[in-house]
């Protein structure tokens, strides 16, 4: 027996997949390390020291895995660090399959979507298509989320078939998914302090006829079923998966409705190398670090090895709030800056890494 692989095939490609020669595919140390340990379900060495969590009472032992360490910690940086790799994807293979007519067509949260709550912002990356080869749909709303998991079981045993945890999976996004569809997010006070109604924001993008794109992802690196099938198309490890829709509202039945009819933006990889391969023939994939043989392989590279920084980069922030929730160092110290950040020093083995930049490795010119 083996252990299981908590990651998806897609995500673990940063981890196993890509050569090491080129700095683009080299993470941050701390990081592999971190989703290495993710991966295979090992305890984190960083957390064998009985921390205790920055923000819970009742609970503040930290597991020795990172589950609670995961959802405790802030999760704007890794929203918005993913949301910003998605917008990196669409821009540059979305004109290859023509689906729009350049990478000028993409907003990022922009406000003025739903007529009847112009200050509500339902759609991180907001993709304008084009007209003449999408008639029934005119815009996509990508809306970014990353998921908690405190009631996700996990496996613990090296014996747990692959369909069984792909369908936890699975079970776990829809239920935010449908969470997204339902308006239940877009519930927000307005400006005179009234609260706006989510389900009329979705009424608003369903009879502008935009499809509706929740982008959930968890900390295993996992991505859900409806980003799943934009990427990569309904043929994917969801597939034997039926989505259960009866229990919904009205405005949520239709924009899922939308988001799996046949007029809908999906398997953008895929069809990139199609229309790439039938355009320009064996010519590599050229970014400013390096080539590959097709968009789709630059795209799961990107993804894979971003996935690793921000989640990594997530776990350390936390870490880092935890260690000092632990030591008790006091709030005031008497004496120089330098004094106080040697009492702070003193509680802490490993050093701090400081957050990672956003990986860029953008498509140039085709040569």
């Known amino acids: ?156 045993s090296p014996m747990m078939s692959s369909s069984t945890m792909t369908e936890q999976v699975y079970r776990h996004h829809t239920k935010f998914e449908h969470k997204k569809f339902s308006g239940q997010t877009q519930s927000r006070r307005r400006s005179d302090g009234s609260l706006a109604d989510g389900q009329e924001v979705m009424r608003d993008l369903i009879n502008l006829r935009h499809q509706f794109t929740p982008a959930t992802f968890d900390s295993f690196g996992h991505l859900g079923p409806a980003i799943t099938d934009l990427l990569h198309g309904p043929n994917t490890h969801y597939k034997p998966f039926n989505r259960n829709i009866t229990n919904l509202c009205i405005e949520a039945t239709t924009a899922i409705k939308i988001s799996q009819a046949k007029f809908r933006l999906s398997n953008i990889l895929h069809r990139a190398d199609k229309m790439w391969t039938a355009r320009y023939g064996n010519r590599n994939w050229y970014t400013t670090s390096h080539t590959t043989k097709t968009p789709s392989t630059w795209a799961k590279h990107f993804i894979g090895v971003n996935l690793i920084e921000l989640l990594g980069d997530h776990f350390h922030r936390g870490l880092a709030a935890s260690r000092y929730n632990t030591s008790n160092i006091p709030t005031h110290i008497n004496g120089t800056r330098n004094d106080y950040y040697a009492a702070i020093s003193k509680n802490f083995t490993d050093p701090i890494p400081k957050r990672p930049k956003y990986i860029r490795h953008r498509v140039t010119n085709i040569r």
């Open 1 to 156: 027996p083996h252990l299981l692989a908590m990651l998806s095939k897609y995500t673990a490609i940063g981890l196993t997949h890509l050569s090491r020669s080129l700095q683009v595919n080299r993470p941050t140390p701390t990081h592999y390390r971190f989703m290495m340990c993710r991966k295979l379900r090992c305890p984190i060495p960083e957390l064998l020291s009985h921390l205790k969590c920055s923000k819970c009472k009742k609970s503040p032992e930290i597991d020795i895995y990172g589950d609670h360490l995961m959802v405790c910690t802030s999760k704007t940086k890794a929203h918005n660090h993913f949301r910003d790799v998605l917008y990196t994807v669409v821009q540059q293979l979305c004109p290859i399959t023509q689906d729009i007519l350049n990478g000028k067509c993409i907003e990022l949260e922009p406000p003025g979507i739903a007529p009847s709550h112009p200050e509500n912002k339902p759609a991180d990356v907001l993709i304008h298509l084009n007209n003449d080869n999408f008639t029934h749909i005119k815009k996509v709303a990508i809306d970014v989320t990353f998921v908690k998991h405190e009631n996700f079981k996990v496996p613990t």
